[in-house]
Nanobody, 122 residues
Framework: QVQLVESGGGLVQAGGSLRLSCVAS????????MGWFRQAPGKEGEFVAA???????VYTDSVKGRFTISRDNAKKSVYLQMNSLKPEDTAVYYC????????????????WGQGTQVTVSS
C-alpha cells in the first residue's frame, strides 16, 4: 500500500505560481511512477503530468512550458511547480502513483491522494 498526501493548493491570480507537493508513505517509493491529475467542476478528470523513477517526464499539452514535475526519492515526494497559471487551470489536483511506466489513463493508477484545490482568478 502507498499513502499519498498533497499540499500546496490555494487561490492565486492569473499569471501567478503555485507549487504542489505530494508525500508518499508505505511501500517502496523509488520504483513507482508518480503523477498529477486534475478535475474541474462539471468536467472529467484529466492527466496533467507524470514522472518515472528514471526522472523521465510526460506532460499534457496544455501545461507544457508552464508546469514542471519533479521528485525527490529520498523524501518520497513529488512536486508540481505551476507557473503562468490561467483560470482554466482551476481544479482539484490529485497525486497518484503506480508501478511501472507512465500511463495517461487514470484507471491504471493504483494509489491516489485526497486532492488539493487550486483556484486561479482572472
Amino acid at each position: 500500500q502507498v499513502q499519498l498526501v498533497e499540499s500546496g493548493g490555494g487561490l492565486v491570480q492569473a499569471g501567478g505560481s503555485l507549487r504542489l507537493s505530494c508525500v508518499a508513505s508505505g511501500r517502496t517509493f523509488g520504483s513507482t511512477a508518480m503523477g498529477w491529475f486534475r478535475q474541474a467542476p462539471g468536467k472529467e478528470g484529466e492527466f496533467v503530468a507524470a514522472i518515472r523513477w528514471s526522472a523521465s517526464t510526460v506532460y499534457t499539452d496544455s501545461v507544457k512550458g508552464r508546469f514542471t514535475i519533479s521528485r525527490d526519492n529520498a523524501k518520497k515526494s513529488v512536486y508540481l511547480q505551476m507557473n503562468s497559471l490561467k483560470p482554466e487551470d482551476t481544479a482539484v489536483y490529485y497525486c497518484a502513483a503506480r508501478e511501472g511506466v507512465i500511463d495517461v489513463n487514470s484507471d491504471s493508477w493504483d494509489y491516489w491522494g485526497q486532492g488539493t484545490q487550486v483556484t486561479v482568478s482572472s
